[in-house]
């Protein structure tokens, strides 16, 4: 058995410019293909998420696009009964690394199949209605997420160059810029950034209820044997987290523009592509994000990370 999971883009790519009767004739004819070669497609949140983000206003520019998305990403992983749900790494994280579970976080996801299942088979005004106030919270949170992300890497440039104008960092200073590049490569970048993630869940597992409250520098000490072991579970959303970095330092990478903050998804969505298995399961990943791709395979050429075309390929449906 292997699972496939697809990222926002496949999504938005198999659905296109097609009709709804088109988009049931093509999942059909996937999930028919994926059965005989003993394949089972899993829905992540975090694609959900950005999905159901574009669809909380009709004005938005990908709403009719999105909106036929989430019908494909639905029903390309779930009946009118059920979706098979892939944790996010939150969840991965709290499980890997403390052997507990987050319930707020699998409440969301549950609440998020609901929703997708209710657009997909049916999107009329009353449904929107139904679940309008949900959408805009969501909507909400993937702006600040996005705007976060944001403001950290513009703190991470003030921190390294305090000189720095708007983006641009090291201004006729390349030896510094060349150590800035050093250090973002070094283990002791990848311990920071690894030792950020288990930090999050912890307060995430505090909040829950499932860990005792405890001060900052307790947990920090608590976690830090931890750090390097997230490095061999996780190096994919570690290498391409310190490829933002590094294309931040290399040029005026402003993250504000053209969507670019959405690398934060991209970077959760790495925490489903690698060697790690699914009920001993093969993992194969769908997407044309050539950033996610390069990472992947820098980090392990033995991972399976696929375009939407070459996995029709592998499927033999071209």
């Known amino acids: 058995m292997e699972k496939v999971i697809f990222d926002t883009n496949a999504y938005r790519y198999l659905a296109g410019n097609k009709t709804n009767r088109q988009i049931n004739k093509i999942i059909q004819k996937l999930k028919d293909r994926e059965r005989k070669n003993n394949i089972e497609s899993l829905m992540s949140p975090i694609v959900a998420k950005e999905l159901l983000a574009h669809v909380a206003n009709k004005k938005d520019p990908s709403y009719n696009k999105c909106l036929k998305a989430i019908k494909a990403l639905y029903y390309h992983s779930g009946t009118d009964k059920q979706i098979n749900i892939i944790p996010t790494s939150e969840l991965l994280i709290s499980k890997a690394f ?66 720095c104008v708007d983006w641009k960092v090291f201004k006729d200073e390349p030896e510094k810029r060349k150590k800035a590049l050093e250090d973002v490569r070094s283990e002791k970048s990848s311990i920071g950034i690894a030792t950020g993630y288990l930090y999050m869940v912890y307060l995430l597992l505090i909040q829950d209820g499932k860990l005792p409250n405890k001060p900052e520098s307790e947990i920090l000490e608590e976690i830090a044997p931890m750090a390097k072991e997230f490095l061999e579970i996780f190096p994919e959303p570690i290498s391409l987290y310190k490829v933002v970095m590094e294309n931040l330092i290399n040029s005026e990478f402003n993250l504000f523009e053209n969507s670019r903050s959405n690398f934060v998804w991209d970077i959760h969505l790495m925490f489903n592509v690698g060697q790690n298995t699914i009920q001993n399961s093969k993992i194969i990943f769908v997407t044309s994000d050539k950033a996610m791709i390069k990472s992947a395979l820098n980090t392990n050429n033995k991972n399976t990370i696929l375009t939407f075309d070459e996995y029709m390929e592998y499927l033999g449906l071209k």
């Open 98 to 163: 403390f052997n507990q579970e987050i319930s707020s976080k699998v409440e969301t996801h549950k609440a998020f199949g609901q929703i997708l299942l209710h657009l997909a088979k049916n999107p009329s005004e009353y449904t929107f209605k139904k679940f309008q106030r949900t959408l805009n919270l969501n909507a909400k949170h993937v702006k600040e997420a996005e705007d976060g992300f944001a403001s950290e890497m513009k703190k991470f440039l003030k921190e390294i160059d305090p000189n």
